[in-house]
């Protein structure tokens, strides 16, 4: 069965920083391209960052130059490295496998992050 | 940046049709994805690359993408269809991946 387990959410003052991870197993993990998704209450999804197998990186604008994506191919995991965060980033942040051509087929559970003082 | 449009809510009575449209410019160029969002559960993806559906999802979904308009069609509508669908695609030029707003399916 394929698993994706997201951790590391949680209350975060503005400006500050939290680490997300996603353990994954039933797949092999480094063949496949993945994904940081987000929800705010209330709202849509939006697309936060994508790393591909060969670990080509790509950040929504709204993201960009303050979340960093990686991936460690022998622990099968993924991780969202967020910082200088703001109040507009709270969400459950979902780990999401990619399929064909940029579509996500596996979701995980999620995880919550609060932004607030 | 590229922008999908949803409309906001559709409503459909048990075993009727549901079409559902996500509006982008020149959308019929690009793969789209759908996805359904049940109250209080991850997203699940029902179409992918336009038309294909994935294993575990039935014959009633299918979907189409022509010129500026993309459609989910759900035929012989069940309450448990009853959720929030999202479209999908990748824009090439800016390597950004862009949801639509989301549409809100009510089954009557």
């Known amino acids: 069965e394929v698993r994706l387990v997201e951790s590391g959410g949680g209350l975060v003052q503005p400006g500050g920083s939290l680490r997300l991870s996603c353990a994954t197993s039933g797949f092999s993990f480094r063949d496949y391209s993945m994904n940081w998704v987000r929800q705010a209450p209330g709202e849509g999804l939006e697309w936060v960052s994508h790393i591909s197998s060969s670990e080509s990186k790509y950040y929504a604008v709204s993201v960009k130059g303050r979340f960093f994506i990686s991936r460690d191919n022998d622990q099968d995991s993924l991780s969202l490295h967020m910082n200088s965060l703001r109040a507009e980033d709270t969400a459950v942040y979902y780990c999401v496998r990619g399929f064909y051509y940029y579509a996500m087929d596996v979701w995980g559970q999620g995880t919550t992050v609060t932004v607030s003082s | 940046s590229y922008v999908l449009t949803q409309a906001p809510s559709v409503s459909v009575a048990p075993g009727q049709t549901a079409k559902m449209t996500c509006s982008g410019n020149?959308?019929?160029?690009?793969?789209v994805n759908w996805y359904q969002q049940r109250p209080g559960q991850a997203p699940v993806l029902v179409i992918y690359?336009?038309?294909a559906r994935p294993s575990g999802i039935p014959e009633r979904f299918s979907g189409s993408n022509s010129g500026h308009t993309a459609t989910l069609t759900i035929t012989r509508v069940e309450a448990g269809d009853e959720a929030d669908y999202y479209c999908?695609?990748?824009?090439?030029?800016?390597?950004?991946?862009?949801f639509g707003g989301g549409t809100d399916l009510t089954v009557l």
């Open positions: 999908q695609v990748w824009e090439t030029t800016t390597n950004l991946l862009v």
């Open positions: 020149n959308i019929g160029s690009k793969s």
């Open positions: 690359d336009d038309s």
